[in-house]
């Protein structure tokens, strides 16, 4: 198989003399010739060259691979070659309009995996299948989401499910473990996810466990209520025998700052104890979602119609604000308005970008806490803006990024430059470990970045011919400048694409090269088999 390996060089020469032309000269579709090959595995990088066949790694060479040998060769010198990267909770509802993938293939991601926070897509196999039929940058797999179904099945209740109800959600699960699922999401936090006691999810994470899926956990805290949380989590996985990720992992709030190491204890107690449980995280001090997780999840049953009422039922309403203003000091709030921005503001663009702070004193409001719960309900009331939150502690960040257990992932959206004031995740997730914590903070080894980034998603998902650079593997594939590859996107300006990276192939084609997207979409819907 191997054409090169000890043979005398005259022997080399002799064959490739004697063989018709066509069947020993350019046998590989593309080599990436004088790489540094860092593999995905955590080993140490090396110098070689790449050969790519079929979409497949069709050879690895610690030596050059003859340039004849090869319809095209691009000499990579200088630069790293590494697997594409796996981002294990993606925001790629927006798929279908932006097929392409532009966001995420810029920073280098080749695989997203899709339906985090227990919001994965319904019909699950039918939205497959329509994505499938798309022309894809890249590939992408996906949970089935546990609100979602919850939502299918009981609307948003904020009850227990009756035995019937729990029955065909059950049943949904396996549908979709079945269609192609590689396991289950909840999104605890957030309505309906919230209204469901511990119980019901293990009934479900077991459903998932029989097709050999993971479980994916937003826990239902991550301010004050993160240790019971991350505890919950746990017990999830324990009783269900499921491999459980414990997503986008933080603590909120100031008062929380610090509380990696207890949570990283837990999670190295649950292993030693013989539980599978890994984290993903994102590289920043902010977080993204609603406006609307600054109202106490009870208030929010039966939607915004709902919403309005119990504001002006009075007595109801002192609960609401007294909610709200708890939310502000000790949760996503963090405490102090300048902390709260606004991402995208369908009813008021003019708000996009600047903070909760600005918006209280802009109407002659306190802004304090209590100040701002007025416009906490009228922003929710108006329709949910997406937000940012200032409010973790750069010191949880590396020191979640540290455990080896830790795979990076963005819980970014699929975007485009617009004018929204989005989170720069969406942008620069993987480039900002490469840049910042690999080599400005020295947080991780290149190796230990590019293997969170691939070989340990790869095999969180059981997936063994990806996230790693052997012969035999997919030829997905991220060629980046070690001295140069960072993020641009700020808070304030996010929509920048990453600098530093040269190329990224999904099977051995070239969809970004030269600085932009080459227009190829060889993406793929993967199905767990
Ligand atoms: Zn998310």
New binding site residues.
Partial sequence: MNMSRPLSAALVVATVALAPRAAHSQQYDLVLANATIVDGSGAARFTGAVAITGGKIARVAREAIPAAQAKRVIDVKGRVVAPGFIDV???IEPLLQMPDAESAIRQGITLSLGG??G?GPWPFGAYLDSAGKSKLGMNVAYLVGHNTIRREVMGTANRAPTAAELDKMKQMVATAMREGAFGLST?LRYVPGYYSKTPEVIELAKVAAASRGIYTS?LREEGLGLIEGVAEAIEIGRQARIPIVL??HKAIGQKMWGKSTVTLAMVDSARRAGLDVMIDQYPYTASS?GFSVLVPPWALEGGTAEFKKRVENPELRNAIEAGIKDLLLNDRGGGDLKRVQFASVGWDRSLEGKTLYDWAVQRKLPPTAEGAVPLVIEGVLKGSPSMVFHVIDERDVRRIMAHPQTMIAS?GRLDRPGPSVPHPRNYGTFPRVLGEYVRVQKVLTLESAVHKMSGLPAKRLGLSDRGCVRDGCAADLVVFDPATVSDKGTFTQPHQYPVGIDYVLVAGEAVFADGKMTGARPGRVIRRQ
């Fill in positions: 909770h993606a925001h985090p926070d919001g999104g937003h997503t986008h979602t819980d």
